[in-house]
């Protein structure tokens, strides 16, 4: 059933570039059924076979994200529960890609962490008051930016 399945195929040109589709992707850091780095080589090589690796007019188009914490389909000690729908909606109907997409991790009902996904390839760094990155207390989005791995 894979080869009827799985989605593979790299060339997305008739979708994002001939009919300008939009497309997210979501995943995991700590997911074991689907591991990121699978999605992430599908959509380096997407990049690389629809838009001649050009990453920046890739971007206009489809956005990954990857939240850290995160297993499959949500769930894992990490924020795995955001919007999914209203960044397409906003992308698709306003025009206005999604920089990134605020995720919370709650427990008893309260949430506990929050962060910001940042799209592909950038992440999430703390850059809320010096030396307090380890408390939960400053786990909020407003305390983290999204930057590119050097």
């Given at each position: 059933?894979?080869?009827?399945?799985?989605?593979?195929?790299?060339?997305?040109?008739?979708?994002?570039?001939?009919?300008?589709?939009?497309?997210?992707?979501?995943?995991?850091?700590?997911?074991?059924?689907?591991?990121?780095?699978?999605?992430?080589e599908?959509?380096?090589?997407?990049?690389?076979?629809?838009?001649?690796g050009?990453?920046?007019?890739?971007?206009?188009?489809?956005?990954?994200?990857?939240?850290?914490?995160?297993?499959?389909?949500?769930?894992?000690?990490?924020?795995?529960?955001?919007?999914?729908l209203?960044?397409?909606?906003?992308?698709?109907?306003?025009?206005?890609?999604?920089?990134?997409?605020?995720?919370?991790?709650?427990?008893?009902?309260?949430?506990?962490?929050?962060?910001?996904?940042?799209?592909?390839?950038?992440?999430?760094?703390?850059?809320?008051?010096?030396?307090?990155?380890?408390s939960?207390?400053?786990?909020?989005?407003?305390?983290?930016?999204?930057?590119?791995?050097?």
């Open positions: 059933m894979k080869s009827i399945l799985n989605a593979t195929d790299p060339d997305l040109t008739r979708f994002l570039v001939k009919h300008k589709g939009k497309l997210l992707l979501w995943d995991g850091w700590c997911d074991v059924t689907a591991v990121p780095q699978g999605t992430i599908y959509y380096d090589n997407v990049v690389k076979t629809t838009f001649a050009n990453a920046g007019e890739a971007q206009k188009r489809i956005r990954l994200f990857i939240a850290p914490g995160m297993g499959h389909c949500g769930r894992g000690p990490g924020p795995n529960e955001w919007d999914r209203t960044p397409m909606i906003d992308w698709v109907e306003n025009g206005k890609a999604p920089e990134f997409v605020v995720a919370t991790h709650s427990t008893n009902g309260k949430v506990d962490n929050e962060r910001p996904l940042c799209p592909y390839p950038k992440h999430a760094v703390y850059s809320g008051p010096q030396g307090e990155g380890n939960p207390a400053n786990w909020v989005a407003a305390n983290f930016t999204c930057r590119s791995t050097p």
